[in-house]
C-alpha cells in the first residue's frame, strides 16, 4: 500500500532566515534620525525638481501632519524648516530672497 503524503505545518522559530521571528524595537533616537533622513531626502529630491524652498518647506511639514494626523504631532516638525534649507545647500539651490 502506497504511503499517504501529510502536509504539516512548518515551524519558522528554527529557520535560517534572519528576518523571520525578529523583535526588534527601534529606539526614540533612532526613529527621529530616520524621520529626519527621509525629510531631507524629500527635500533634495524637489530641490533637483526645481521646486522653490518655500513650497517644499511647506508640502513636507503638510506630509508630517497627514501622516501624524492620528498621533498628534511629529517631534521632527520643529526642524523641517533647517532640514530643507541644509537640503537645498547640499543640492547647490539657493535659498536666498531675490
Given at each position: 500500500m502506497a504511503k499517504?503524503?501529510?502536509m504539516?505545518?512548518?515551524d519558522h522559530r528554527d529557520a535560517e532566515y534572519e528576518w523571520i521571528g525578529t523583535?526588534?524595537?527601534?529606539?526614540p533616537d533612532a526613529t527621529r534620525a530616520t524621520r529626519e533622513d527621509e525629510i531631507s531626502q524629500r527635500a533634495a529630491l524637489l530641490a533637483r525638481l526645481g521646486y522653490p524652498k518655500k513650497h517644499a518647506e511647506a508640502r513636507l511639514k503638510a506630509n508630517l501632519a497627514w501622516e501624524y494626523e492620528r498621533l498628534?504631532?511629529?517631534s521632527v516638525g520643529k526642524r523641517v524648516g533647517a532640514l530643507v534649507t541644509a537640503s537645498y545647500k547640499r543640492a547647490g539651490v539657493s535659498?536666498?530672497?531675490r
Amino acid at each position: 500500500m502506497a504511503k499517504e503524503h501529510v502536509m504539516r505545518p512548518v515551524d519558522h522559530r528554527d529557520a535560517e532566515y534572519e528576518w523571520i521571528g525578529t523583535t526588534t524595537r527601534s529606539t526614540p533616537d533612532a526613529t527621529r534620525a530616520t524621520r529626519e533622513d527621509e525629510i531631507s531626502q524629500r527635500a533634495a529630491l524637489l530641490a533637483r525638481l526645481g521646486y522653490p524652498k518655500k513650497h517644499a518647506e511647506a508640502r513636507l511639514k503638510a506630509n508630517l501632519a497627514w501622516e501624524y494626523e492620528r498621533l498628534g504631532s511629529a517631534s521632527v516638525g520643529k526642524r523641517v524648516g533647517a532640514l530643507v534649507t541644509a537640503s537645498y545647500k547640499r543640492a547647490g539651490v539657493s535659498t536666498k530672497r531675490r
